[in-house]
């Protein structure tokens, strides 16, 4: 992961050039202090290259970042153990009964809309599927590859996830109105644990986050987009007599054409205008939006690029 932070650091050198990086001599204010955060991680990439630009242009800030399955990163948030989460659902009413109960009011931004993506094997013959069949696959409904084609003789259908706390998993559950998924659903450990093993598994199906795959300059972007391919999925309330099939491409997921978005949110604890907060306004800003643009996935705030064209005639030697 090392080189990945490398080149992020590397690609937003020149938009952090004139920025300031006056510190408040302060123990811990909005750009200075000593925190611990957590973050979904499904959400690494992103979350990554924001934490590497955020203490390049704060030097007298530190964040320290836990990357947990999602149901742990609320847990941490809950025992106070961390001042902010960045994870891709919104408080549920136990945690808000809770956050009611000590009299703190968390602080919400949304910073970005990322998506689940589902991975296939680069020689399975089926790379578009409808809302509904991958619906049907994930409750258990289709379990073999020759029910959605009959010729398709790649075999049993295998789920996998990173991991059994996910929020790929929650997202997939809330999906299927369902309190569990099929006995052919299975959990790895990481996210690229999940692509190496549809690499190596024709009939498998890898669901991730799909801000690991987004960046198409990212070494390792490629290098999971080389080993596994992504799958089309068509709407899942299309009323279109010609059915059209989507990846979660930016685009798609800007004009709701994709079927499995997840907005990606920001939610603080902190109850005064301290690290988290300037972290989390960092996220929602220019510069922060920028890097979430730069990832593949749609800020939520519009990010614009002002061009300056000059009127003075090019001289040719």
Not at 90 to 96: Q, S, W
Not at 168 to 194: F, H, M, R
Not at 243 to 272: C, M, Q, T, W
């Amino acid at each position: 992961m090392k080189s990945r932070r490398i080149y992020y650091c590397a690609i937003f050198f020149i938009v952090l050039t004139g920025c300031s990086t006056s510190q408040e001599n302060t123990l811990d204010g909005p750009t200075s202090g000593h925190i611990s955060i957590a973050a979904d991680n499904t959400l690494f990439p992103i979350v990554d290259a924001e934490e590497d630009i955020f203490e390049h242009t704060y030097k007298q800030a530190q964040i320290d970042v836990k990357y947990l399955p999602e149901v742990q990163a609320f847990n941490q948030l809950l025992m106070d153990s961390v001042h902010l989460v960045v994870a891709t659902r919104l408080l549920n009413e136990r945690e808000k009964a809770y956050f009611a109960k000590i009299k703190i009011t968390p602080r919400i931004t949304q910073i970005a809309t990322d998506a689940m993506a589902l991975m296939i094997h680069p020689q399975n013959p089926d790379t578009a599927l409808s809302c509904q069949e991958i619906l049907k696959v994930l409750s258990g409904e289709v379990t073999s590859w020759n029910q959605l084609s009959p010729n398709n003789r790649t075999g049993k259908i295998t789920l996998v996830f990173d991991n059994a706390n996910s929020s790929t998993v929650s997202y997939a559950l809330n999906l299927i109105k369902k309190k569990q998924l099929p006995p052919n659903a299975y959990a790895l450990q990481t996210n690229t644990a999940v692509v190496d093993y549809v690499a190596n598994h024709p009939g498998a199906i890898g669901i991730i986050g799909y801000s690991w795959i987004s960046d198409y300059d990212d070494p390792l972007t490629k290098k999971l987009r080389r080993e596994a391919r992504l799958l089309s999925i068509s709407p899942c309330d299309s009323d279109s007599p010609v059915v059209e099939y989507f990846k979660p491409y930016a685009d798609n997921l800007i004009g709701k054409l994709y079927p499995f978005p997840r907005n990606v949110y920001v939610i603080s604890r902190e109850a005064y205008s301290g690290l988290g907060s300037g972290l989390s306004a960092f996220l929602g800003g220019e510069i922060g939006q920028r890097i979430i643009k730069k990832a593949g996935i749609p800020p939520y705030f519009k990010v614009e690029y002002n061009i300056e064209l000059s009127s003075k005639p090019i001289k040719v030697e």
